[in-house]
């Protein structure tokens, strides 16, 4: 049996400018997605692969099976799923043609997500880099040709430490960076109870904006903000910083910052992962914030460092 592991992600900033070569902070988290593979033991005359995708409960919620040669959809349980798969094998045979074709077995493969499908931390992301690592496919380029995220998240399956990541016309940068500072135990994550779909979020959002001289001074106003993240010293330097960082993506975007939208009288510093308006926040600790936060509905509450990889 083969066994493979993908990080899940968080993106500390950086969010949409990223796309477009802003310089972002983001971290690979402990919890991601695991591959088993397997193979039958004999011989076929038209083997298969087997699929089952399995949650951090245990509970099988996805199967399907296909033909191997040609790669054809036989069954599934689920449709959308299984079109996606069906669309990566194919991205797969193409940039690896000789992968599918030499299989002689039937192919059994199992993933394990290990945190809550609608947490956002990179059930698509982890995915790409499982398949990558299997079968020797190029993870940014079956990522640009399937999701077609910025990439910092297929980077992140594969880091061991925090990143700076950055596209550019010739590929992309991603340098391995320390984030602990000394304050890292004042930084909780508190999930927002709703799943954001980041690529209609982009489409939606960013994706129609100018991209003119105002636009061009953005995304380094975001780039130098990510690198004084880094250099922050304390909390108030830190809280400062992500404040107009998030003052920055709304007013691009023109949208209300989360903090204004479900915690304008809380008195530390909230910021958004990743698209904004679902999944995770990032929330700077006051006395009682957890009362705080539970009193409003948000019972999903962790420290940062719990999930860090360092």
């Known amino acids: 049996?083969?066994?493979?592991?993908?990080?899940?992600?968080?993106?500390?900033?950086?969010?949409?400018?990223?796309?477009?070569?802003a310089l972002a902070l983001a971290v690979p988290v402990k919890k991601g997605q695991i591959l088993k593979v397997d193979f039958s033991d004999a011989k076929a005359d038209s083997p298969k692969l087997f699929w089952k995708a399995f949650l951090d409960s245990?509970?099988?919620?996805?199967q399907a099976e296909f033909h191997l040669?040609?790669?054809?959809?036989?069954?599934?349980?689920?449709?959308?799923?299984?079109?996606?798969l069906l669309d990566l094998f194919k991205i797969i045979a193409e940039l690896q043609p000789a992968f599918f074709q030499n299989q002689t077995q039937s192919i059994h493969c199992s993933t394990f997500l290990e945190f809550p499908k609608e947490w956002g931390l990179g059930s698509s992301s982890t995915l790409i880099s499982l398949l990558s690592q299997w079968t020797g496919a190029d993870a940014f380029s079956l990522n640009q040709k399937s999701f077609n995220t910025s990439g910092y998240d297929v980077a992140c399956a594969s880091a061991d430490s925090p990143i700076l990541y950055k596209n550019t016309a010739a590929g992309r940068e991603i340098i391995p960076v320390k984030f602990q500072p000394d304050f890292l135990d004042c930084l909780h994550l508190v999930y927002l109870n709703e799943k954001q779909d980041t690529q209609n979020?982009?489409?939606?959002?960013?994706?129609?904006?100018?991209?003119?001289?105002?636009?061009?001074?953005?995304?380094?106003?975001?780039?130098e903000i990510t690198r004084e993240i880094l250099k922050a010293k304390t909390l108030d330097e830190f809280e400062a910083l992500i404040?107009?960082?998030?003052?920055?993506?709304?007013g691009k975007l023109n949208l209300p910052r989360v903090k204004d939208l479900y915690f304008p009288d809380f008195t530390g510093s909230v910021k958004s992962l990743g698209a904004w308006g679902g999944d995770f926040v990032l929330i700077t600790e006051r006395?009682?914030?957890?009362?705080?936060?539970?009193?409003?509905?948000?019972?999903?509450?962790?420290p940062f460092r719990d999930l860090l990889i360092q």
């Open 243 to 250: 404040n107009q960082h998030e003052m920055l993506i709304a």
């Open 201 to 223: 979020s982009v489409q939606k959002n960013y994706r129609s904006l100018p991209k003119d001289f105002q636009w061009i001074q953005w995304i380094q106003g975001i780039s």
């Open 58 to 62: 245990g509970e099988l919620w996805f």
């Open 1 to 21: 049996m083969q066994v493979f592991k993908a990080n899940g992600k968080l993106l500390i900033s950086g969010e949409y400018a990223v796309i477009d070569g």
């Open 287 to 302: 006395k009682g914030f957890e009362t705080y936060f539970n009193s409003m509905g948000y019972s999903t509450i962790f």
């Open 69 to 84: 040669n040609p790669l054809k959809l036989i069954d599934y349980t689920g449709e959308i799923p299984a079109k996606k």
